[in-house]
T-cell receptor, first 112, second 112 residues
């Protein structure tokens, strides 16, 4: 069963605007990760935030994590057409042999 | 470094046929996983391996076999293909469980 659930399922914005995607999960985690997938390609890792962190930045990306609400958000600032892709959150549990559990993704369309 | 390499990129099978999807990584990662991606379902874990000689089932293992004789290779075998196995298959590797995953480009499989 899916651990993470992204919201919204689809998002359409103009270039230069900010895009915010949310992820909710159900059980305790070791970390939460965000991935991007361009059409017809494999997933590419964007950022990892650990359970004891609240916010992390990487370039135009800002990720927040609220473990009390079991939720995370990914903010892409000043979006570009090249940011058009699907974005997935993935959670890693606390067990020794942890696997990643992916959500269903948010499809982002950035129009020029 | 090539990263994670999957072959073939596309495959059409008839119901009942068997085949092996190949996956190789050159990063000396211990963890390797196979996922399938279906529209609206995100990525679901089929099988994973935490090291050579060790494999385990994921969320949707039925109809698939894996083995891990070397650190580099993690083939996925479809024993008797069914139309329900039509999907895009991704192989991924991680340095250790729950860390950044590196994905192959995917294999688009159609079973007719």
């Amino acid at each position: 069963s899916q651990q993470g659930e992204e919201d919204p399922q689809a998002l359409s914005i103009q270039e230069g605007e900010n895009a915010t995607m949310n992820c909710s999960y159900k059980t305790s985690i070791n970390n939460l990760q965000w991935y991007r997938q361009n059409s017809g390609r494999g997933l590419v890792h964007l950022i990892l935030i650990r359970s004891n962190e609240r916010e992390k930045h990487s370039g135009r990306l800002r990720v927040t994590l609220d473990t009390s609400k079991k939720s995370s958000s990914l903010l892409i600032t000043a979006s570009r057409a090249a940011d058009t892709a699907s974005y997935f959150c993935a959670t890693a549990g606390n067990s020794g042999y942890s696997t990643l559990t992916f959500g269903k993704g948010t499809m982002l369309l950035v129009s020029p | 470094n090539a990263g994670v390499t999957q072959t073939p990129k596309f495959q059409v099978l008839k119901t009942g046929q068997s085949m092996t999807l190949q996956c190789a990584q050159d990063m000396n990662h211990e963890y390797m996983s196979w996922y399938r991606q279906d529209p609206g379902m995100g990525l679901r874990l089929i099988h994973y391996s935490v090291g050579a000689g060790i494999t385990d089932q994921g969320e949707v293992p039925n109809g698939y076999n894996v083995s891990r004789s070397t650190t580099e290779d993690f083939p996925l075998r479809l024993l008797s293909a069914a139309p329900s196995q039509t999907s895009v298959y991704f192989c991924a590797s991680e340095r250790q469980g729950g860390t950044e995953a590196f994905f192959g480009q995917g294999t688009r499989l159609t079973v007719v």
